[in-house]
């Protein structure tokens, strides 16, 4: 299904502008633009010490791993570290890793029903529970799961070893990403802290998923950590603060190099985020951007329609995004999505979708939306 074209206006005082978009129901309203807000930088393989997530809160890592083969595909090797307390070198708490297959198939896939993930090759996902202490160096260590980062030959090494998973590979040549936060509310433990570790690397090795041997030589490989948990919980009880949804879509480019736009959509409508530039040679980033949708389809949910207000989730063909006024750095790129797949979780639609930029990139984009902030009146 295809909407009406998008038309974008700037208003307000300099400092303190925003941009207002019109177009289809559920896309932000408006932009935060003032250049001077908060800062976003390159990040640094310091910035995965466990230490570094601040407040206590609920850190999570992704290996997200795609074959230039067959680019609909992708495997992550995810980590989660909940009941922390608050952080710091020798301090440390439970986690929880795992690998797991999103496939993309063109048809159905039991038991989903859509093409998001199949069994048909048995269970698609395998994980274990372990325990880690900060040690003030990048990565994460544990008895079962750990990322290490060589500084002399500028890789990372990952490996995990379980009944149900493993893993044992090494990325190299990485190109880095941002390091930010995003203010949602108005309270420090709401914001959002994302660090695009690394956005493209060459990756060496094997991942084992229930069994079955999958090797990985020759794809490519991103590693990210983020703070969310206060974030969510917010928006679950405190929905006038927080959250109305977040986009993101980070694509790996046949140079090496990639294009990444994310950000958080307010409950007013208001959406915020970066966008990014990462070249073998050197990443630009500009903090705030405006963003234009076109194309939009009826996308095809897993199990039904189960979010209200139950009408289904409609997915952009593409996305648009530029450099807001003001920004040291101008530029402007355009995100493609390859699918129309989503989840309907009841208290949210998401999407976990392929997406590319140029010929021969392949990311992963993710289009969600509270169910709350659907429901509310817009504009």
């Known amino acids: 299904m295809a909407f009406a074209a998008v038309a974008i206006a700037v208003i307000g005082s300099p400092g303190a502008a925003v941009a207002v978009l019109e177009s289809q129901e559920w896309e932000p309203s408006s932009y935060d ?12 393989p310091a910035d995965s010490g466990l230490e570094r997530n601040e407040f206590g809160d609920l850190g999570i890592s992704w290996w997200w791993l795609k ?35 999103l496939t993309y198939d063109k048809t159905p896939q039991f038991p989903l029903m859509n093409g998001v993930t199949s069994f048909k090759n048995g269970l698609p996902v395998g994980g274990w529970p372990d325990w880690a202490t900060a040690d ?13 980062y060589a500084e002399d030959s500028n890789s990372w090494h990952v490996q995990g070893s379980s009944p ?14 941002p390091h930010g936060l995003i203010k949602v509310g108005g309270d420090p433990g ?42 969510i919980a917010d928006s679950l009880l405190d929905p006038n603060k927080s959250w109305g949804g977040w986009e993101y879509a980070p694509v790996m480019e046949p140079d090496g190099g990639a294009s990444e736009y994310y950000g958080i959509l307010r409950n ?3 959406y915020s985020g970066p966008l990014i530039d990462a070249r073998p ?35 952009p063909g593409w996305i648009k995004v530029k450099c807001a006024p003001g920004q040291d750095v101008q530029m402007e790129k355009t995100f493609y999505t390859d699918s129309t797949d989503y989840v309907s979780g009841g ?32 504009r």
Not at 33 to 44: E, G, H, L, M, Q
Request: glycine share 12%; charged share 20%; proline share 8%.
């Open 33 to 44: 633009i003032d250049p001077d807000d908060y800062p976003v930088r390159v990040a640094t």
């Open 67 to 101: 074959d230039p083969a067959n680019p609909q595909r992708m495997i992550v090797v995810v980590e989660g570290e909940p009941f922390w307390g608050a952080r710091g070198i020798g301090k440390g708490g439970p986690i929880a890793w795992g690998i797991g297959q």
């Open 136 to 148: 003030g160096k990048p990565g994460l260590r544990s008895a079962t799961y750990n990322i290490n």
């Open 164 to 177: 149900l998973a493993s893993a044992d590979f090494t990325a190299t040549e990485p190109v880095a990403g």
């Open 190 to 231: 709401t914001d959002s802290l994302m660090d695009e570790i690394v956005l493209n690397s060459r990756a060496t090795g094997s991942v084992t998923i229930a069994g079955r041997q999958i090797d990985i030589t020759g794809w490519r490989a991103g590693y990210w950590r983020m703070r969310i948990m206060g974030s």
């Open 268 to 270: 007013d409508g208001r």
């Open 281 to 315: 040679s050197g990443t630009r980033i500009c903090a705030k951007t405006t963003l234009e949708f076109g194309d939009y389809r009826e996308g095809r949910p897993a199990l039904g329609q189960l979010t209200p207000p139950f009408t289904l989730h409609t997915i």
């Open 347 to 378: 208290i949210l639609d998401a999407t976990e979708m392929p997406v590319h930029t140029v010929p021969g990139s392949f990311g992963t984009y993710e289009h969600m939306r509270w169910g709350y902030y659907k429901m509310k009146p817009q």
